[in-house]
């Protein structure tokens, strides 16, 4: 394996070094904005092009596994890398690169006057190498640094600029992530007392041998530890509470990526360390408790973006519903699933970000005739809602229909039920994205409860009339600037182009299925990851 | 395996506190309910690496199972790492909530208090239709109304 040939895949552990070295530069340029801008988004062009490379290797299937620094597995660290992982790893980085271009669009349009955002680039480049980490870890304690790694730069850029309202929010995130992590590493610690080793593909191996009610055990810890990070009730109450007062590009990253990264986690957990679904059941109930719980949360909300928060977890319901279901069907509809929720709920985030500085809130009750205003704001906010409603012919709706086919595929009341509460909860969804519609974009301004002048202004053309008395008291942070100002260039293009990726996920739908059926072919024979790890499909003996 | 009881005990009691201070709303106690914590799983993974050996050094004479497992070791020591630093950002972060407003509890989220608040009666979608605001109101030719006139305020009324 050490003297194995250069392909893409030796180059893997690069797409986590990359950005780290980036971070590092990118802190070093902290007082030369532009060019720290500049390095940061090359950087990240890079890393993506590698995966993209990566995910050519793989895409016909197989699985590789590259062995740092040249200790044999299982003692040393390995990193893996099967369809899944470079799928995952690829959508992460083009999101992840969509926001930072949001970012520095937002920033240069902004100027300096936004406090320290010099730490920005830095935290962001580490974020996007602890997210790379933990999906191409390949022993449970990397994955732990992993998740380490991004949850820190989470830290920072939740708290950025140590407002009163971040840092309240800060705290709550910040002590449920660590409370969520020292859970893991007792787990791993347990796992290592029962097992001897944290090498996936060798733990995959061996869990078999250990008694039934140890590996329950284990089992349970992990599912908890990684619901917590992915947000499944009733572990998800963190997340609409910490999620809604960040910086419109930092919440929209996190929504796409963090939860997604506890998801991926938890696949992992399901097909290689634990397959047989022994958890079933209770994962089922979960999944149908997180969704209703989450969607009628996002009703009761009147901020876009709360509501967006709540639907997050609500929608995080759907795919664990596809792990629980865990037959090829329902497996590969969810990793279909997992690339159009990042990319929807990703771009959603944004469009709520525009909305905030085109009508000074995202309060709904507060807002009003965006749609005359902004036409392409609001064709950018249709799109990816009716997608995340689940609107044929959009990718939210193929996604849903690979989910119930596949709990159909399984039969039994519990399924039928999760298929009647997926397919109320989509509804649910529509509804709240249509309350969104008709409010902030449908109705006049003047029909909203004390609207921000922006909008009056906006609405009456000049801004003359009898507008003029409100007008001149600029209610809003934004209100002094004009009209390109507040819907900057480069925010409304990044924007567009998620919006995009989310349609060219419907648009390529076929090939992707295909892909991610193929993939879910792949994890659930667990003998192909253990074979590239370890070499034998029998796994290390001692 | 054998363990040590003594560190299992210990270990116990620091799961115990630490759980104890997490649940509190003073930062600086939660802080220090999370570094008993990380403490206590530092032990845990003490204990996971089996009883005490030799050095783990390599030496022709002796059997496998005379080392020392280093590998918690190592574990411990990134974990130890990791805890230093989320330690050093709350710190900054309680000093910072303690700039800023002059205490260190966790207070309740305004969002949340509002949204339980709210009356389930919402202006624009549970206030009556009016009855008399039809936009059509003046430009509509009665004749080519259908003889629905004598029952009309029927359901609308």
Partial sequence: ?542 | MSTNITLLIVMGVLFAVGFYLLLERSLTRVLLGIVVLGNGVNLLLLSAGGRRGQAPLYEESLAAEDYTDPLPQALILTAIVITFAVTAFMLAMIYRSWVISRADVVTDDLEDLRVSQQSTFDFEEDSPVPEDTTEFDGDVDLDLVPVKKPKGKGPRA
């Fill in chain 1, 1 to 542: 394996m050490i003297d194995a040939p250069l392909t893409a895949v030796s180059f893997a552990p690069l797409a986590v070094a990359l950005p780290i070295f980036g971070a590092a530069l990118a802190f070093i340029l902290r007082r030369k904005r532009r060019t720290q801008a500049t390095v940061t988004i090359s950087i990240l062009i890079i890393t993506l092009c590698l995966e993209a490379w990566m995910l050519a290797m793989v895409w016909g299937g197989g699985t590789y596994s590259v062995t740092l620094g040249g200790w044999a597995p299982p003692f040393g660290i390995s990193m893996v890398v099967d369809g899944f992982s470079a799928f995952m790893l690829v959508v992460s980085s083009i999101v992840s690169l969509a926001v930072l271009l949001y970012a520095t669009s937002q920033g240069m349009a902004d100027g300096d006057e936004d406090g320290p955002v010099s730490v920005f680039h830095p935290a962001y480049l580490i974020l996007v190498a602890g997210v790379s980490n933990a999906f191409l870890a390949g022993d449970l304690f990397n994955l732990y640094v992993g998740f380490e790694i991004l949850l820190t730069a989470s830290y920072v850029l939740l708290t950025l600029g140590g407002t009163t309202a971040r840092i309240r929010a800060g705290t709550t995130y910040v002590v449920v992530s660590v409370a969520s992590s020292l859970l893991f590493l007792i787990a791993i610690g347990m796992i290592y007392a029962a097992v001897g080793t944290v090498n996936m593909a060798d733990l995959a191996a061996k869990l078999p041998d250990i008694s039934p009610g140890t590996q329950t055990v284990l089992h349970v810890m992990l599912l908890v530890a990684f619901g917590i990070k992915a947000a499944v009730f009733p572990l998800s109450f963190w997340l609409p509470d910490s999620y809604p007062t960040a910086p419109a590009p930092v919440t929209a990253v996190f929504a796409g990526l963090l939860t997604k990264v506890g998801v991926y986690a938890i696949i992992r957990t399901e097909t290689l360390l634990f397959p047989g679904n022994q958890l079933s059941a209770p994962l089922m109930v979960l999944a149908g408790l997180t969704m209703l719980v989450g969607i009628l949360g996002a009703v009761a909300q009147t901020d876009i973006k709360r509501m967006l928060s709540f639907t997050l977890t609500s929608h995080i319901g759907f795919l664990i519903f596809g792990v629980a279901v865990g037959n090829q069907l329902g497996l590969g509809a969810t990793i279909y699933y997992v690339a159009h929720h990042i990319v929807v709920q990703t771009s959603l985030f944004l469009v709520a970000g525009l909305i905030e500085r085109r009508a000074g809130t995202s309060n709904i009750d507060r807002l009003g005739s965006l749609a005359k205003l902004s036409p392409l704001l609001s064709l950018l906010f249709f799109i990816p809602a009716m997608n995340l409603g689940g609107i044929p012919p959009f990718s939210g709706f193929l996604g849903k229909l690979g989910l119930v086919q596949g709990g159909a595929e399984m039969g039994g009341p519990l399924a039928w039920t999760l298929v009647a509460v997926s397919l109320l909860t989509s509804l649910l969804t529509l509804l709240t994205v249509a309350r969104v519609w008709n409010r902030a974009f449908w109705r006049k301004a003047e029909d909203a409860v004390d609207p921000d002048p922006l909008l009056l202004v906006g609405a009456n053309g000049t801004g003359g009339g009898t507008y003029d008395i409100v007008a001149d008291e600029p209610a809003s942070r934004y209100s002094d600037r004009g009209n390109t100002a507040l819907l900057p260039k480069g925010m409304l293009a990044m924007t567009a182009a998620l919006v995009l990726v989310g349609v060219a996920l419907t648009v390529f739908a076929g090939p992707l299925f295909e892909f991610s059926d193929q993939v879910a072919g792949e994890l659930m024979d667990q003998s192909n990851y253990i074979e590239a790890v370890l070499g034998t499909s029998e796994g290390h003996t001692r």
